[in-house]
Antibody, heavy 119, light 113 residues
């Protein structure tokens, strides 16, 4: 059974920063692309960012490009999302999701961590 | 960007009846070299993360009941639940992973009639 546990969410003022973490276990973390997907309150799913298994390739949604940075530590089976210049529209549940084998679907998801941006 | 459009937005179906959800992509997501459609379907129940049901448009994930099936190719896809059960009440999303940015449909809310 794959386990993904997000942490680091919270309430932050507009313009502030947060760092999300995702602890992974029970699979070979270094083999898979990892992803962040978010869901604003009462809304649908929005892909945020992906990072390839070796950490050398990263991808971002236009809505977060230049403000968010994804990284990973394969020695600690951890995925990170550093978020800067947060806006009210970044308020959402942030899910960590494991990429599939040979395809960028999301085959396992964490429970999510809540980020609320408000003054 | 590839726009994914689902229909309908909501669906009322009686227990035991068939439920059909459609998903249309704004451009093809069929990769000709391997003849694979880069489309996934997810189920999300209230308060839970999404769950992958189907990848490659029609490959059911391990443990997913066989009443769930996916079909279609190119730009038009369908998720079918052959005989609706009470536990199938959820929001269903399609997603393309053909190229970045990956995009989801807006979701279809499925309820019992």
């Amino acid at each position: 059974e794959v386990y993904l546990v997000e942490s680091g969410g919270g309430l932050v003022q507009p313009g502030g920063s947060l760092r999300l973490s995702c602890a992974a276990s029970d699979f070979t973390f270094s083999t898979y692309t990892m992803n962040w997907v978010r869901q604003a309150p009462g809304k649908g799913l929005e892909w945020v960012s992906s990072i390839r298994n070796n950490g050398h390739e990263t991808f971002y949604a236009d809505s977060v490009k230049g403000r968010f940075t994804v990284s990973r530590d394969n020695s600690r089976n951890t995925l990170l999302l550093q978020m800067y210049s947060l806006r009210a529209e970044d308020t959402a549940v942030y899910f960590c999701a494991k990429g599939g084998w040979r395809g960028d679907f999301f085959d396992f998801w964490g429970q999510g961590t809540v980020v609320a941006v408000s003054s | 960007d590839i726009v994914m459009t689902q229909s309908p937005d909501s669906l009322l179906v009686s227990l035991g009846e068939r439920a059909t959800i459609n998903c249309k992509s704004s451009q093809t997501i069929l990769y000709r070299s391997n003849k694979k459609n880069y489309l996934a379907w997810y189920q999300q129940k209230p308060g839970q993360p999404p769950k992958l049901l189907i990848s490659w448009a029609s490959t059911r994930e391990s443990g997913v009941p066989d009443r769930f099936s996916g079909s279609g190719s190119g730009t038009d896809f369908t998720l079918t639940i052959s005989s609706l059960q009470a536990e199938d009440v959820a929001v269903y999303y399609c997603q393309q992973y053909y190229y970045f940015p990956y995009t989801f449909g807006q979701g279809t809310r499925l309820e019992i009639k």
